[in-house]
């Protein structure tokens, strides 16, 4: 009788988020769309908007809705930790997830380089938390697979992607195979995907891909490209692991003492990079993803490392918003430089190889990276190459940076709380 509850709250949950997630995708794309809008043909407008809006979001994270900052990932994975469910309940309760779900609209609607699949997370982990309070007597245990159900529901309702949900939730949430969890994941991952599915309809996110990798030469560049991502992926992560020790000392003090300030400055350099960019960098560059992917559509040479910078500063302000969309679209900048190098490279195919390569190197998730892309663009004959191109970004990302980056910062976030618990969720997230 107790399971069969349990598996009612985990499907219920699981159905919350996908609606939620429904309702913020709309924003999303509404906030995007309203943000290009604004500033076509004005571009001296993004010198005010990204900069304005990246202090207003910081200012209302630190004293409104203290804990929402970050990608929300972190904070998911350091419940996994937490004994006490009353610690958990902090992380993961209504107001903060209320606070990512407004405060992620507003970081789009003044273009900043993120993704909604972090603040979906938690807020899938936030839903099942507070469900599970209803009827259950709570553990460890159960908070766990609350926990971890809610990461694969909001994996898949992020990315319409339930096999890359409950992938994602064991390879990098639980590091584990679990009977007991496998089940919960699988059924939270599926039950909010049978939501999307009856609401949206079969849509995968990046449209349907044609892509092939015929044998010959551009075989050859699969690995090359590979590592150059893994690289490249693994210098973001360990920025963010520990920003302090690639800025100057004055820049640190004035994100420490002054975030507002920083931040400011932060949405500056935004702007500069998205002018510079003809404005395909800012917010998750979802279009130029799948231009490239779908219709074989070059992104200029220069996307991925403006890419790179504009997504790596909006993190860096403070601002909530997730780094997976994002990182997808380097990814696809990353791939599609050989086709601008060597003549004859397919573009969508090399896109591909070039998104799990510098995502795994990102996460260090091979499977994770290797399911997600081709789950979004709905392509099994690219299994094998985007699978090499996944295991090989990982390895060389880890020449860069040695422990995984959602595990480095759950563990950061875990010891501030131990340090300072009289102010736990406003510091909760190391500041640059």
């Given at each position: 009788m107790q399971v069969a509850k349990r598996n009612l709250i985990f499907v219920i949950a699981a159905i919350i988020t996908g609606l939620v997630s429904i309702a913020f995708g709309i924003g999303v794309v509404r906030a995007s769309a309203l943000f290009a809008q604004v500033i076509q043909g004005r571009d001296w407008l993004?010198?005010?908007?990204?900069?304005?809006?990246?202090?207003?979001?910081?200012?209302?994270?630190?004293?409104?809705?203290?804990?929402?900052?970050?990608?929300?990932?972190?904070?998911?994975?350091?419940?996994?930790?937490?004994?006490?469910p009353a610690d958990v309940d902090s992380v993961l309760s209504f107001r903060i997830a209320a606070g990512k779900f407004l405060l992620t609209l507003l970081g789009f609607a003044v273009g900043a380089s993120i993704g909604k699949e972090g603040p979906t997370v938690q807020i899938g982990c936030a839903a099942m938390n507070i469900c599970g309070r209803f009827g259950l007597e709570r553990s460890h245990a159960l908070q766990r697979l609350l926990i971890l159900a809610g990461g694969a529901a909001g994996i898949t309702c992020a990315f319409n992607a339930p096999i890359a949900g409950a992938v994602f939730a064991i390879e990098e949430m639980a590091r584990s195979f679990d009977d007991r969890q496998v089940r919960a994941i699988l059924l939270a991952a599926f039950a909010s995907g049978v939501t999307l599915l009856l609401v949206l309809g079969y849509q995968p996110y990046f449209g349907f891909s044609r892509a092939m990798l015929p044998f010959g030469i551009a075989w050859a560049l699969v690995p090359v490209c590979a590592v150059i991502g893994g690289l490249a992926g693994?210098?973001?992560?360990?920025?963010?692991?520990?920003?302090?020790?690639?800025?100057?000392?004055?820049i640190n003090t004035l994100a420490k003492r002054r975030p507002v300030v920083f931040a400011v400055v932060c949405g500056i350099i935004l702007a500069c990079l998205g002018v510079i960019s003809h404005g395909q960098v800012f917010d998750a560059s979802y279009g130029e993803a799948r231009a490239a992917l779908t219709r074989?559509?070059?992104?200029?040479?220069?996307?991925?490392?403006?890419?790179?910078?504009?997504?790596?500063?909006?993190?860096?302000?403070?601002?909530?918003?997730?780094?997976?969309?994002?990182?997808?679209?380097?990814?696809?900048?990353?791939?599609?430089?050989f086709a601008h190098l060597v003549p004859g490279v397919p573009v969508a195919?090399?896109?591909?190889?070039?998104?799990?390569?510098?995502?795994?190197?990102?996460?260090q998730s091979p499977l994770t990276a290797t399911a997600i892309v081709i789950e979004m663009t709905s392509n099994p004959a690219m299994t094998v190459p985007v699978g090499l191109a996944a295991v090989l970004g990982t390895m060389a990302s880890r020449l860069v940076c040695k422990q995984p980056v959602y595990h480095a910062m759950s563990h950061q976030f875990l010891r501030v709380i131990e340090r300072k618990p009289e102010d736990n969720l406003r510091t909760a997230e190391p500041a640059p």
């Amino acid at each position: 009788m107790q399971v069969a509850k349990r598996n009612l709250i985990f499907v219920i949950a699981a159905i919350i988020t996908g609606l939620v997630s429904i309702a913020f995708g709309i924003g999303v794309v509404r906030a995007s769309a309203l943000f290009a809008q604004v500033i076509q043909g004005r571009d001296w407008l993004a010198f005010l908007l990204c900069p304005a809006g990246f202090a207003v979001i910081v200012f209302l994270t630190r004293n409104v809705f203290p804990g929402a900052q970050g990608s929300g990932i972190p904070q998911a994975m350091a419940g996994l930790q937490m004994q006490d469910p009353a610690d958990v309940d902090s992380v993961l309760s209504f107001r903060i997830a209320a606070g990512k779900f407004l405060l992620t609209l507003l970081g789009f609607a003044v273009g900043a380089s993120i993704g909604k699949e972090g603040p979906t997370v938690q807020i899938g982990c936030a839903a099942m938390n507070i469900c599970g309070r209803f009827g259950l007597e709570r553990s460890h245990a159960l908070q766990r697979l609350l926990i971890l159900a809610g990461g694969a529901a909001g994996i898949t309702c992020a990315f319409n992607a339930p096999i890359a949900g409950a992938v994602f939730a064991i390879e990098e949430m639980a590091r584990s195979f679990d009977d007991r969890q496998v089940r919960a994941i699988l059924l939270a991952a599926f039950a909010s995907g049978v939501t999307l599915l009856l609401v949206l309809g079969y849509q995968p996110y990046f449209g349907f891909s044609r892509a092939m990798l015929p044998f010959g030469i551009a075989w050859a560049l699969v690995p090359v490209c590979a590592v150059i991502g893994g690289l490249a992926g693994g210098l973001f992560a360990r920025i963010l692991v520990a920003p302090a020790r690639f800025m100057p000392g004055p820049i640190n003090t004035l994100a420490k003492r002054r975030p507002v300030v920083f931040a400011v400055v932060c949405g500056i350099i935004l702007a500069c990079l998205g002018v510079i960019s003809h404005g395909q960098v800012f917010d998750a560059s979802y279009g130029e993803a799948r231009a490239a992917l779908t219709r074989g559509v070059l992104p200029p040479i220069g996307f991925a490392p403006l890419k790179w910078a504009a997504t790596l500063v909006s993190y860096l302000s403070g601002i909530p918003g997730g780094i997976f969309a994002p990182s997808l679209a380097v990814g696809v900048g990353v791939g599609t430089a050989f086709a601008h190098l060597v003549p004859g490279v397919p573009v969508a195919a090399f896109a591909m190889v070039g998104m799990a390569g510098y995502f795994s190197g990102v996460v260090q998730s091979p499977l994770t990276a290797t399911a997600i892309v081709i789950e979004m663009t709905s392509n099994p004959a690219m299994t094998v190459p985007v699978g090499l191109a996944a295991v090989l970004g990982t390895m060389a990302s880890r020449l860069v940076c040695k422990q995984p980056v959602y595990h480095a910062m759950s563990h950061q976030f875990l010891r501030v709380i131990e340090r300072k618990p009289e102010d736990n969720l406003r510091t909760a997230e190391p500041a640059p």
